[in-house]
């Protein structure tokens, strides 16, 4: 009978030697090639561009101050901070599960028997008890709550690096408006006055009704493009203050031209993203909890030891008429085996495997998706500085286009209709060239958030 013991014994020990074992990051992730084109942008140093703290990449002090403010004051941060600290309190208190419960339990009553007098009686007595892991239960538990923990932390590291992405992003929109709005302010200006010459000039016969009622049309179009554009302006600027946690005001903000980037993008090895993207880790510390879960529901399978016991103080030891009082001392022990459960534990089991295997996947894809964003950003950059060199040199063209065109409708050797024809070309090309340098700082934005920059 002792040998069938000992063999139980050893079985169920090495049976549960994987629920003490911790987390181990898997082996078979895509971080070989995760993102393409990385090559001409990763050098020797081991510091990324996601790696410089954000007041390096956006130098506008006015930024500046909306993303400390904003970090400070939005909803979204706000609630992640709390979500950390609630993981934090429920952290704590898988640590305490290792100690004795101790309460505090008095009892009072009182007896009376026919005529007799009543007899009152209590007992003081302080009740402990203690759960001892023997199979991992609290253990599972507690490292379980410490995945959570990262979790929420690195989701609160996702909250800041999206939210400073964000506030530069409706800064630097803010600024291509004001460009369009001042470009198509010029624009007015000098078809009203071109206007009111056509005008002037067909009073003396030197225009046709038709040249004028065209220009006056184009000048309606112009005028209801501008009015557009202060209507994006204004929620532009209302959409940021919502974001900084204050109601709709102006924005103070500089000038798109007037914004520079670092030149050289060191985005590292793709290996740098399990460590660095919040995401990423966030996905991870869900997989862990996961693997932790799983060894939880393993554990439910062997035995579960608990040590209860009582010491206090009472005045009813002997018969209720003397009422002698004295200490009184339980101590008792419990083992509990589940033999049959109606299937519950092996359930619970399968659907933790389930759960574990779902969060590896999640995890495979959020890396891939974190590759495709870097190759995305990167490549963005690339265009984007592409096509504002395209559109500068395609201004300067236009620029003389329209010189030349003012001069020859002078001379009367072109028409109004070429004229104008030529200042709309060069009005879209500018256009083109603002909407191309907002381009390039929402590449630069997106390429920084992907490498996860903005974190602690």
């Not at 980037?261 to 060191?266: A, S, T, V």
Request: a negative charge; glycine letters at 6%.
């Amino acid at each position: 009978m002792k040998k069938i013991l000992y063999i139980t014994m050893c079985v169920l020990l090495l049976s549960s030697c994987h629920i003490y074992r911790q987390y181990e990051r898997p082996e078979e992730l895509p971080v070989d090639s995760l993102y393409r084109g990385a090559e001409e942008y990763t050098t020797g140093d081991s510091l990324t561009w996601g790696d410089l703290p954000w007041e390096e990449i956006f130098n506008d002090s006015l930024l500046q101050e909306l993303i400390r403010f904003g970090l400070d004051n939005n909803t979204d941060m706000q609630t992640a901070l709390l979500r950390v600290d609630q993981a934090t309190a429920q952290l704590n208190a898988a640590r305490l599960s290792f100690l004795p419960s101790l309460t505090l339990a008095p009892q009072g009553a009182v007896n009376r028997t026919g005529d007799a007098k009543a007899v009152k009686s209590y007992e003081l007595p302080v009740q402990a008890s203690w759960e001892i892991d023997l199979f991992g239960n609290l253990l599972n538990a507690a490292r379980g709550s410490r995945a959570t923990l990262l979790q929420q932390e690195a989701y609160r590291q996702a909250v800041r690096s999206e939210l400073i992405a964000t506030i530069a992003n409706d800064y630097y929109t803010l600024m291509m408006l004001d460009e369009q709005v001042a470009l198509s302010q010029s624009t007015l200006s000098i078809w009203q006055e071109q206007v009111r010459m056509m005008e002037s000039l067909l009073k003396v016969g030197e225009e046709t009704e038709n040249a004028v009622t065209q220009a006056r049309a184009n000048l309606y179009e112009l005028e209801a493009t501008h009015n557009d554009l202060l209507r994006q302006q204004r929620e532009a600027e209302n959409a940021l203050c919502t974001l900084l946690g204050v109601t709709p005001r102006t924005v103070e903000r500089g000038v798109l031209s007037e914004q520079h980037f670092p030149d050289i993008f060191n985005v590292g090895v793709p290996l740098r993203l399990l460590s660095k993207r919040p995401d990423v880790r966030e996905a991870e510390m869900t997989l862990a909890n996961a693997y932790y879960t799983t060894n939880q529901a393993r554990s439910a399978f062997y035995p579960n030891l608990t040590l209860t016991g009582s010491a206090g103080w009472t005045n009813s030891l002997g018969e209720a008429v003397t009422n002698p009082g004295g200490w009184i001392l339980s101590a008792v022990a419990s083992l509990t085996q589940p033999i049959f459960n109606r299937g519950k534990l092996i359930s619970n089991l399968r659907v933790s495997k389930d759960e574990e295997q779902i969060a590896l996947l999640n995890y495979k894809q959020t890396l891939l998706d974190a590759g495709q964003e870097v190759s995305d950003a990167l490549y963005a950059v690339e265009s984007a500085q592409r096509n504002l060199a395209i559109h500068q040199q395609q201004c300067k063209e236009l620029e003389r286009t329209v010189a030349t065109s003012e001069g020859l409708y002078t001379t009367g050797n072109a028409t109004y209709l070429e004229l104008l024809t030529a200042q709309q070309s060069l009005l879209n090309a500018r256009l083109n060239m603002v909407s191309d340098s907002f381009t390039r700082c929402q590449a630069v934005i997106g390429l920084y958030n992907a490498l996860g920059g903005g974190c602690d």
